[in-house]
């Protein structure tokens, strides 16, 4: 008689968290081939699996809960989601309410600006109470196995197609830059960093074989290659400002002092020359630079107070950002505390187009004529090109201060996670992935100053499996027991 077969209730238990994990994991790595879940036809069959694969894990908790067999969330992610609840409630309840005295929600774009807060939050809990140390080890493995198709894809459409088709669709007006199957090459460019990034950080951990550290180098310069080449200027310099603000502090953790300030040295001299290789040499990027107003306007400055005097001026007049910030703003001093209501930029953004109230007359006889400086920026003013600055126009001051506790205790946490775990015992992937996260976290906040990366459901939905592993990451018994010695 075999001794081992577990009761029903235990197999119901497993079937319900195992199918959870298997749904939510899902979501994540076809989202990228799925148009990177952008389009309200690939958006929902996806969002649908993360909510079935949150409701079999309350499932699977509820069960456990009741046979004795519940799996322990740690007090970390428990903290972590209860951090987030304030900012979701708030989301919640500001979505019914009217963006302004006679100016009604929209009512399907605040569901989605809701969703795009809600279902990553929903997929990093459901992968904290129904994971197990086996989805630590195999995501991490399935994620780099999944960024590196995506940049090959994305490779071979620039060098076959001149990136005019994305799959079997045709592509957006961005001949020569590399996206597929991603829509755009400004987003695409933050998930091929994100691949590169886990693979770094696994080459600079010790106790790593040379041919797989080499491997792993080979595999971080192949995904930044791909990066390059989607010739998004915000992207490749975000990527560069998250490796100078975390690796020279956290990227030989547990080394020698002076193998660690040989180390920062050699990333800070790794970025300045290739940032000077960028700028002095005939590249695509460097010719994209050349062709933005604000580069111009720097050219031809004198001293740095002429670019300081008036610059939010020259950033409104000579960067297309700057334009559509300066609407955003203007769109949320309307109402400061509460914003105009989730996701109503899309709808509201020609009422705060101009920079002023328009032509009208001026003066004590009305003779004179005052006209705005900007009547029409022309195009993309549907979307801001800001996550923060949209994040405060929308959900008003009161957001953005509840959505800042769970994102600052995040990282924190990550940091916590990577000096217990980067130099312990455990599979690579799993025991470097606090600090791929933190990478991947820092870079995309840099980018979400000057682009909307946040709004596309793949990125979210992978940054909140890339930071799950890192939360749950855990040193193995042996290597705690030695490094709690030490």
Known sequence: MNETVRPRHCRLHSFLHGTAVFLASSAVLLSP??????????FWPLAAAVFAAAALSGAGLAVGALTGGARPVPLRARLFFLSCVPFLAWAAVRAFRPSAPGFPLVAVEAERSVLLFLLPV?????FAVSSGPRFRRVFPRLFLADAVAVCAC??????????????????????????APFWCPNHFVDYAFWGGFVALSAALAPRVGFL?????????????????????RGGIVSAAAGCLL?????????????????????????????????????NPVMRRVEKEGLWKVWKDAKTPS?????????????????????????????????????????????????????????????????????????????????????????????GLLLFLPPFLLLLAALVVRHCRTFAAGGPLLERTSPLAALLCLVSLAVHSTVDFTLLIPCAGWTLA??????????????????????
């Open 33 to 42: 081939w799925a148009f990177s879940a952008w389009e309200v036809w690939m």
């Open 122 to 126: 929903l997929l990093a809990l459901t």
């Open 154 to 179: 994305a490779l071979w459409y620039h060098f076959t197609t001149d990136d005019l088709r994305i799959l079997w669709m045709p592509g957006m007006p961005y001949t020569g830059r590399a996206s």
């Open 212 to 232: 797989r550290r080499a491997g792993l180098l080979l595999v971080f310069a192949f995904c930044s290659a791909a990066a390059f080449f989607s010739l998004s």
């Open 246 to 282: 975390v690796l020279p502090f956290l990227g030989l953790s547990g080394r020698r002092p002076w193998l660690r300030a040989v180390f920062a040295l050699t990333v800070f001299c790794g970025v300045a020359g290739a940032a000077l290789a960028v700028r002095y040499t005939d």
């Open 306 to 398: 002429d670019l300081l005097e008036d610059a939010p001026r020259l950033l409104a007049r000579n960067f297309n950002r700057g334009q559509y910030i300066s609407a955003a703003l203007r769109a949320w001093r309307s109402n400061p505390d509460e914003g105009i209501g989730p996701g109503q930029h899309t709808h509201r953004w020609a009422q705060f187009e101009p920079t002023d109230e328009g032509v009208r007359p001026t003066g004590p006889d009305g003779a004179g004529l005052v006209r705005p400086q900007f009547a029409d920026y022309g195009k993309h003013l549907y979307e801001v090109h800001s996550d923060w600055v949209q994040l405060l126009e929308e959900y008003g001051t009161r």
């Open 465 to 486: 499996a890339i930071c799950s592993v890192a939360m749950l990451a855990e040193p193995e018994p042996e290597a705690r027991k030695q490094g709690d010695a030490a």
